[in-house]
């Protein structure tokens, strides 16, 4: 289990991550062929990623390994979907939808698509769309290699690192259970490419 001071920094990092991705294609919209999509609200919503993020975290009671797990399925997503670029319009969406998805591949124990429709504001009718049109945008690819994984956290680490510079020499290591690994190799050619998610 991660160190329970890691999270924040991790909901901060991701936040950072995607708020920078978001606004990046939200500045170049007009560059983008894009398609009309679920994920994307036909309003921007005024919530913060941040403060959205952290609501997920507060309610969806999963292992902090589902975070770093979503965040390869959003990685995977935007590689496999370029015309559904994450955008202020769709990246609440996409991560309510991703972390919902990763909750039920890697944890033992998840709450129904009702609870976790209420936690990220949407019917439950939209989350059971979403995460049928987020399964296929993935091609159904969810297996996470450890050496995938491991790339991610050494990856958002070093992020954090660089971000939150340690107050003691020897920082708390963001280190996940073994039990949430799994043995099919899906993601080979990461091969030390930095995990950052496309714009």
Known sequence: MADPLIMPKLINLLSSLLHRVAESNDLNSSLHTKKL??????????????????????????????????????????????????????????????????IKFMDDICYDNAYYARVGGISTAEINLLEVDFLFGLGFQLNVTPTTFYDYCTYLQTEMMMRFPPMCSHPPALTI???????????????HHHPQLAV
Not at 177 to 190: E, K, L, P, T, V
């Open 177 to 191: 259970g073994a039990d949430h690994y799994s043995i099919n190799d899906d993601d080979c050619q990461s091969q």
């Open 37 to 102: 999509s679920i994920f994307n609200a036909l309003i921007r919503p005024n919530i913060s990623i941040q403060s959205y993020l952290e609501r997920i975290f507060k309610y969806a009671n999963c292992s902090s390994s589902c975070y770093v797990v979503a965040y390869v399925y959003l990685n995977r997503f935007v590689k496999k979907q370029p015309l559904l670029p994450i955008n202020s319009f769709s990246v609440h969406r996409l991560l309510v939808t991703s972390v919902l998805v990763s």
